[in-house]
Nanobody
Framework: QVQLVQSGGGLVQPGGSLRLSCAAS????????AGWFRQAPGKEREGVSC????????YYVDSVKGRFTISRDNAKNTVYLQMNDLKPEDTAVYYC????????????????????WGEGAQVIVSS
């Protein structure tokens, strides 16, 4: 079981940028695919992006494509989500998670495909 610790998040104006980090305090993150999810108030948790450990393949939902970038530094046991051109609709609590395998699951936006979860980080996009 991988233990995940998140950092980053905060308040930013529309059009601004933030970077979220997700580090494994226990376990080896590099053995697992890693995903980012978000949950806005009153809404279900939704998948945003995933990165495979096998070949570094990345996947994004349409709403963040071209604005968000997922990456990983296996030497640091850390996964990142760089968020640019943020919009008010990006406001949510963001969670990182690891999958059971090295490849992103075909349903990478489904939270049930992931096993270990970070504690969440609040992102507020507002002027």
């Amino acid at each position: 079981q991988v233990q995940l610790v998140q950092s980053g998040g905060g308040l930013v104006q529309p059009g601004g940028s933030l970077r979220l980090s997700c580090a494994a305090s226990e376990g080896h993150l590099d053995y697992h695919a890693a995903g980012w999810f978000r949950q806005a108030p009153g809404k279900e948790r939704e998948g945003v992006s995933c990165i495979s450990s096998f070949d570094g393949s990345t996947y994004y939902v349409d709403s963040v494509k071209g604005r968000f970038t997922i990456s990983r530094d296996n030497a640091k046991n850390t996964v990142y989500l760089q968020m640019n051109d943020l919009k008010p609709e990006d406001t949510a609590v963001y969670y990182c998670a690891t999958g059971p395998f090295g490849r992103c699951p075909s349903g990478y936006t489904n939270s049930r495909r992931f096993r270990s979860w970070g504690e969440g980080a609040q992102v507020i996009v507002s002027s």
